[in-house]
T-cell receptor, first 115, second 112 residues
Framework: QKEVEQNSGPLSVPEGAIASLNCTYS??????FFWYRQYSGKSPELIMS??SNGDKEDGRFTAQLNKASQYVSLLIRDSQPSDSATYLC???????????????WGLGTSLAVNP | NAGVTQTPKFQVLKTGQSMTLQCAQD?????MYWYRQDPGMGLRLIYY???????DKGEVPNGYNVSRLNKREFSLRLESAAPSQTSVYFC???????????FGPGTRLTVT
């Protein structure tokens, strides 16, 4: 069973703080990892993709990947109330037969940024 | 560019009725996907099309059929709707399988 796990939260941080979201996965050969943001009643929106170990920064967002420990995290600096949403982690996994890989999604972490 | 579009946005069906959800993308993507999202269950893949001319079952295909009409369009059909199919349905597309997926706005379906 290929799994992606996230803490459901809610994670509550004050405005201006750093929010740290974590995701662990079970497939050791996963190659691509994604963070999505989903506002209530809306569709998921891609924030970051990361493919190699280390950090990747985009504005206030930093994705961190550690393949040896099988986790990927998302840091949001200077958190704003508009960042309040559910954050979904997605990881590509392989099926038992062949090279047909697809994304497996975590259930998401709910983030609340308090003014 | 509109990205990924879906119709309709909302639909109410009676048990046993049929309907087709339409999806189109204008990003020249090869791969397209249909998901459903239910509270506490997350996003679950119904069917996907890795490339034009191919379709494959996902995690929860029972009760659904799909058609990849051309590179742009991927439709999802419910032949005989059941209350268990009440959900929010998202279509997504990606350049190739397991790269970044981009989502449509969703269809909120209620089956009574």
């Amino acid at each position: 069973q290929k799994e992606v796990e996230q803490n459901s939260g809610p994670l509550s941080v004050p405005e201006g703080a750093i929010a740290s979201l974590n995701c662990t996965y079970s497939d050791r050969v996963s190659q691509s990892f994604f963070w999505y943001r989903q506002y209530s009643g809306k569709s998921p929106e891609l924030i970051m993709s990361i493919y190699s170990n280390g950090d990747k920064e985009d504005g206030r967002f930093t994705a961190q990947l550690n393949k040896a420990s099988q986790y990927v995290s998302l840091l949001i600096r200077d958190s704003q109330p508009s960042d309040s949403a559910t954050y979904l982690c997605a990881v590509n996994v392989g099926l038992n037969a062949g090279n047909n890989r697809k994304l497996i999604w975590g259930l998401g972490t709910s983030l609340a940024v308090n003014p | 560019n509109a990205g990924v579009t879906q119709t309709p946005k909302f639909q109410v069906l009676k048990t046993g009725q049929s309907m087709t959800l339409q999806c189109a993308q204008d990003m020249n993507h090869n791969s397209m996907y249909w998901y459903r999202q239910d509270p506490g269950m997350g996003l679950r893949l119904i069917y996907y099309s890795a490339s034009e001319g191919t379709t494959d079952k996902g995690e929860v295909p029972n009760g659904y059929n799909v058609s990849r009409l051309n590179k742009r369009e991927f439709s999802l059909r419910l032949e005989s709707a059941a209350p268990s199919q009440t959900s929010v349905y998202f279509c997504a597309s990606s350049e190739v399988p397991v790269r970044e997926q981009y989502f449509g706005p969703g269809t909120r379906l209620t089956v009574t």
